[in-house]
């Protein structure tokens, strides 16, 4: 079979299993007064169809900024009303002012289980695809076993079908932002990006790794030349990309104040829930929150996220190459997940979106943190009664990716992308030689222990003293293994020959 007929079979197995996981549960199903984000996207095509645009995102009487207030970009919102337009046709109900909140019905959930599926074949799958089909210096067979692997990576599946939200649009113009740059159309990469952060605030997680490599490239060629004209060019874009998108809140400085205020709620604390980053695992001997106001909160944030992410953004500036880019990616969005303010166990997402597009890579240590990243939402997931989709799913990502890719086999400190750093250590750590078999032991071990977790959580009642062990737990291991991978990908960064040879071979 050609390359197409193979990607859509790809796309068809993905489709297959997005379906069938919407069959299932979704969050916060018959659970009153504020069920869960089912609810809140229902309610927000409830208000955005209801009442002015001025008042979206204003606390008034048609609008209880405290159930459910509309707290993303304008782009979500607009999505929202389009939403509402169409459930409107079908049935008033479903959107009707007050008397809709907390609506059920099946119909309803189809209809809203569709409008997932549909932004995912119009934004997300076609980016993979087209992502796939542009690989450089890649066989046929290992495009598609990369659009395979992706298409089915679980965490993505279980909340945006499972638990229900519209990730796939934001990190969808994210990666069609990735694909245009590949391809030197940086004016339509830098639109796709605006679209991605004014449909989610979060993707503020790949903005700098965007920044750095566009203004890298406008030095390579030159600040007093064409490097010039490009960044004039990209800086036009960028303002006009989000002038569009913000222009009906634009008429007056309070309107927009008011959204920003939305989209960035400092009062919220430093995180929610059991997070799988630095600030809920320290909370288990260290209550940050009670100790530190959220001003100071915020400082120590910001201060640990940009020492953290610091040391790529410099590289990728000095020497921006694609490969380069996407390592930055990785990089920088894990810093974020691990030390930003007010993050959300879905906000790793953000990090496996970037880590799919160098699964063909470094396949061993991609899918080992794709399989952690949906581990670390398991209470989430819990909770939602996902657990056999959970189970199902990641069990059949391992297999493929395990078959696609033959993981095991690529452990060696070549394969792992780290044969420069490995060269330079040996000489002071010489029980890291038998390199492979160290990683694979690391491997077993975090699987065997992430299994023993999963079938804790989802078995066992924790102590009357310990109620919230097991997601504690589960948080905490899973930090554990993001600060490796943190450290990893770093090294992989900045021991990088091969981003300077790149370079000098394009200039």
């Not at 599926?117 to 495009?143: G, H, N, Q, R, W």
């Not at 030349?225 to 004039?232: A, R």
């Not at 909160?297 to 410099?314: D, E, G, M, N």
């Not at 007010?342 to 943190?369: R, Y």
């Amino acid at each position: 079979m050609d390359k197409w007929s193979l990607m859509t079979i790809a796309v068809l197995l993905g489709l297959t299993v997005r379906w069938t996981i919407s069959l299932g549960s979704y969050s916060g199903a018959g659970k009153p007064p504020m069920y869960g984000d089912y609810e809140a996207q229902r309610h927000w095509q409830e208000v955005t169809y209801n009442i002015p645009i001025k008042q979206w995102y204003f606390n008034t009487s048609d609008n209880n900024l405290q159930y459910w207030g509309l707290d993303y970009p304008p782009l979500t919102a607009y999505h929202s009303l389009l939403c509402a337009y169409v459930a409107n046709l079908i049935n008033p109900d479903w959107i009707a002012l007050h008397t809709s909140r907390g609506y059920e019905s099946q119909p309803h959930k189809l209809f809203m289980r569709a409008t997932v599926f549909i932004a995912d074949l119009l934004v997300y799958i076609p980016a993979v695809i087209m992502y796939c089909c542009y690989l450089k210096e890649t066989s046929t067979k290992k495009k598609v076993s990369t659009a395979l692997c992706v298409l089915l990576y679980p965490g993505l599946i279980l909340i945006d079908h499972g638990h229900f939200q519209y990730n796939s649009v934001s990190l969808g113009f994210a990666l069609w932002g990735v694909l245009f740059l590949s391809n030197n159309w940086d004016l339509l990469g830098s639109v796709a990006f605006c679209l991605a952060i004014n449909y989610k605030q979060m993707e503020l997680y790949h903005s700098l790794p965007f920044f750095c490599y566009l203004l890298g490239k406008c030095f390579k060629r030159g600040l007093t030349g064409k490097g010039l004209v490009l960044l004039i060019k990209i800086a036009v874009t960028v303002v006009a990309a989000f002038a569009m998108c913000w222009l009906p809140f634009c008429t007056e400085a309070e309107q927009i104040l008011q959204v920003l205020r939305r989209l960035f709620p400092i009062d919220r604390g430093l995180f929610e829930d059991k997070v799988a980053n630095v600030w809920c695992s320290l909370s288990v001997l260290i209550k940050i929150k009670n100790i530190l106001s959220p001003q100071t909160q915020l400082k120590l944030s910001f201060a640990f996220t940009f020492l953290s992410l610091l040391p790529a953004c410099i590289k990728l500036t000095l020497q921006p190459s694609l490969r380069g880019f996407k390592f930055a990616l990785v990089s920088c969005a894990l810093s974020f997940f691990l030390f930003s303010f007010q993050v959300h166990e879905k906000s790793v997402l953000l990090v496996s979106l970037p880590v799919c597009l160098i699964i063909n890579e470094i396949p061993f240590m991609a899918t080992w943190f794709l399989l952690v990243s949906t581990f670390s939402m398991l209470p989430l997931l819990l909770k939602d009664g996902l657990l056999l989709a959970y189970t199902g799913t990641t069990l059949a990502f391992l297999t493929v990716c395990t078959a696609s890719f033959s993981i095991f086999e690529k452990t060696s400190a070549e394969d792992l992308q780290l044969k420069s750093f490995s060269l330079s250590i040996w000489g002071y750590i010489p029980w890291l030689k038998p390199f492979p078999k160290f990683v694979k032991n690391l491997f077993l071990i975090s699987i065997t222990l992430m299994g023993v977790l999963s079938l804790m959580s989802a078995m066992l009642n924790p102590p009357q003293r310990l109620p919230d062990l097991f997601p504690i737990s589960v948080s905490v291991v899973s930090c554990l293994h993001f600060l490796f991978f943190l450290m990893y990908f770093n090294i992989v960064v900045l021991w990088d020959s091969r981003n300077s040879r790149n370079q000098k071979k394009t200039n």
